[in-house]
Every structure is written in C-alpha cells, then in structure tokens.
C-alpha cells in the first residue's frame, strides 16, 4: 500500500521561505515519478511541479520553487522562495508509474495534503 506524507507548510509572509517534504513508503520509489499540486479555496487543483531524473515546473512557480528528491530515503522536497499570497493553497504530493505529468489524472497516490499560507 502506496503511502505519502507531507510536511512543512505553515503561515509565512510575502516574500518568504518554505520547505514542504514527502515521504513515500510502500512503492519502489525510484520507478516513480513524485508531484507537487496544490488547490486553493474554490478553484481545481493545479500542476505546481514534478521530478523524475529530470525536474518540471508549472511557468508561475519557475525561478522561485526548486523540487528535489533523495531516493535513498524515499523523499522528496519542494523548497519555496519568494512566496506570494496567491501561493496560499493546500499542496499535495502525489506518486505516478506512468512518467513526468502535469496532469492529475495521472496520479494514483496521493497525500493527505499539507496547507500553506501566504500572508500579504
């Protein structure tokens, strides 16, 4: 059974730091490809970024979200600078067999989700 945990968000203020973390457990970890999403209030959850042997990035969080992962201790990190408050969200982390997506329905694992707020 795929599990995925996150952690690390909080309350922050514009222009501030953030390291959200995963941790999988129960997968081959490095067969998969690891995601960052996040939804806000009334709106559809949104690609944020996504790693493989490569990383991806939605155009908005390029330059100021850097995704990594460390496949000895099955996790994976999103570090995030520079925040906004359009960046408050709850930000999921999701697993995938089927290579780099920016698409949700690609995803078979998710967590439960961590919230992130960005204080103006």
């Known amino acids: 059974q795929v599990q995925l945990v996150e952690s690390g968000g909080g309350l922050v203020q514009a222009g501030g730091s953030l390291r959200l973390s995963c941790a999988a457990s129960g997968l081959t970890f490095s067969n998969y490809v690891v995601g960052w999403f996040r939804q806000a209030p009334g709106k559809e959850r949104e690609f944020v970024s996504c790693i493989s042997w490569s990383a991806y990035y939605a155009d908005s969080m390029k330059g100021r979200f850097t995704i990594s992962r460390d496949n000895a201790k099955n996790t994976v990190a999103l570090q995030m600078n520079s925040l906004k408050p359009e960046d408050t969200a709850v930000y999921y982390c999701?697993?995938?067999?089927?290579?780099?997506?920016?698409?949700?329905?690609?995803?078979?694992?998710w967590g439960q989700g961590t919230q992130v707020t960005v204080s103006s």
């Open positions: 999701a697993a995938t067999s089927k290579g780099s997506s920016w698409y949700v329905g690609d995803y078979d694992s």
